[in-house]
């Protein structure tokens, strides 16, 4: 198998830096096989993700997008025994899948994952004043980033750290005539970014096995 540089490296940060574990590789497993697309985050960007939850102390983390519960169960296991994570998911199927991957890793007693479009979930948990969360990660459809953008503001404090995934979609996002609506979902959130006052953000890009992509990161001031 041909692989580049960047993958190469990912292997070497991977069995240098991140332990073997069953529940991970199971989930990986399980998703592939049930036909799920191979969205899920990388070994290191789970393990980045977790860094980050960890340290905002995060007791309350809202996943926006689960697939088969790959960083759903990296984001899980920065909870203390008493945390919570929502995840929002609008397939069946894997929510399914992500169901089975968090018991395997035995989490189910820190997960919830809702069944709906994130949208619909999300306005909701606003209008009921569900409590505020300390993490909030964006990794569902592309095209609906500003609302969900919106929506974690809605459901932050002060100290909120909000991650976007697959802001840089190899590049595509420079497009400015680019008709995809996931593109074009992406540079809407910039622009809303840009307009939002009381944060502190930035983005870094990645490469690696997943190519070149990037994560918006966001703490609300
Ligand atoms: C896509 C979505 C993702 O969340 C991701 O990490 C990579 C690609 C996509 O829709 O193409
Ligand atoms: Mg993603």
Redesign the pocket.
């Known amino acids: 198998k041909n692989t580049s540089l960047p993958e190469d490296l990912d292997a070497y940060f991977e069995s240098h830096l991140l332990p073997s574990d069953a529940a991970l590789e199971a989930a990986d497993h399980r998703s592939q096989q049930a036909g799920l ?1 191979p ?3 990388s070994p290191l960007q789970g393990a980045f993700l977790q860094i980050l939850a960890k340290a905002v102390s995060a007791r309350r983390i809202l996943e926006i ?1 689960t697939l088969g519960g790959y960083s759903t169960i990296w984001l899980a296991r920065a909870l203390p025994a008493d945390g919570t994570l929502v995840s929002l998911e609008i397939s069946q199927a894997n929510r399914a899948v992500a169901l089975q991957n968090i018991l395997d890793a035995g989490l189910s007693h820190l997960v919830d994952i809702r069944l709906g479009a994130a949208a619909d979930l999300l306005q909701a948990m606003i209008a009921s004043g569900e409590p505020s969360y300390d993490f909030i990660f964006i ?1 569902a459809d ?1 095209r609906s980033n500003p609302i969900y953008w919106e929506s974690a503001l809605k459901l932050s404090h002060k100290g909120t750290l909000i991650i976007v ?2 802001v840089v979609r190899n590049g595509a996002i420079l497009d400015d005539k680019t008709t995809d609506p ?1 593109v074009i979902g992406v540079q809407d959130l910039l622009d809303l970014m840009s307009k939002s006052t009381g944060i502190t953000a930035t983005a870094l890009q990645t490469v690696g096995s ?1 190519g070149h ?1 990037g994560f918006a990161i966001a703490m609300v001031d």
């Open positions: 697309v969205h899920a985050v997008g990794d592309k995934d697959n996931d997943k992509d």
